[in-house]
T-cell receptor
Framework: SQQGEEDPQALSIQEGENATMNCSYKTSINNLQWYRQNSGRGLVHLILIRSNEREKHSGRLRVTLDTSKKSSSLLITASRAADTASYFC???????????FGQGTRLTINP | GAGVSQTPSNKVTEKGKYVELRCDPISGHTALYWYRQSLGQGPEFLIYFQGTGAADDSGLPNDRFFAVRPEGSVSTLKIQRTERGDSAVYLC?????????????FGPGTRLTVL
């Protein structure tokens, strides 16, 4: 079963704009990760945020985590056409080794 | 270095047939994971190996699904008596150790179609 919900399910913006995606989850976690997937195949790890962190940056990516609301957001600044992909949040569901993924947000960047 | 590889990239089979999907993890990675992804959904966990042993097989949907990793490297996911509902992309991932929070490196997946 899926751990969380991402919203929006689909997002279409113009190149150069910022894209924000949200993720909610159900159980307690030790950490939350964001992955990107192109063309429905392999996933690429983007960033990990631990449960005791509130915000983390990596290049044009900014992730926030609110454990009281069991939610996270991924912000991509100054979007590029190459950012077009599906984005998934994944949690460790309380310390398990397996990842539990949300349903993903399909992001389209229009040139 | 080489990433996680999976073969075949696509597999078409008929209902009732047996299939094997192969995963070659990154060299030195002791943890190996199998996930299944249906269209429009996120990946769903199937099974996790630490070394040669299945540490968590709680995601296997039924006893038609089985996976092995006899030498602690390559893994094979085996599906017996395939059903149309088994059609999905099967993803393999590996990590340095099976610790929560370790980055998992994913392969390109095998797209299985059961006719």
């Amino acid at each position: 079963s899926q751990q969380g919900e991402e919203d929006p399910q689909a997002l279409s913006i113009q190149e150069g704009e910022n894209a924000t995606m949200n993720c909610s989850y159900k159980t307690s976690i030790n950490n939350l990760q964001w992955y990107r997937q192109n063309s429905g195949r392999g996933l690429v790890h983007l960033i990990l945020i631990r449960s005791n962190e509130r915000e983390k940056h990596s290049g044009r990516l900014r992730v926030t985590l609110d454990t009281s609301k069991k939610s996270s957001s991924l912000l991509i600044t100054a979007s590029r056409a190459a950012d077009t992909a599906s984005y998934f949040c994944a949690t460790d569901a309380g310390g398990a080794q397996k990842l539990v993924f949300g349903q993903g947000t399909r992001l389209t960047i229009n040139p | 270095g080489a990433g996680v590889s999976q073969t075949p990239s696509n597999k078409v089979t008929e209902k009732g047939k047996y299939v094997e999907l192969r995963c070659d993890p990154i060299s030195g990675h002791t943890a190996l994971y199998w996930y299944r992804q249906s269209l429009g959904q996120g990946p769903e966990f199937l099974i996790y190996f630490q070394g040669t042993g299945a540490a968590d097989d709680s995601g296997l949907p039924n006893d038609r699904f089985f996976a092995v990793r006899p030498e602690g490297s390559v893994s094979t996911l085996k599906i017996q008596r395939t059903e149309r509902g088994d059609s999905a992309v099967y993803l393999c991932a590996s990590s340095v150790q099976g610790l929560a929070g370790n980055e998992q490196f994913f392969g390109p997946g095998t797209r299985l179609t059961v006719l």
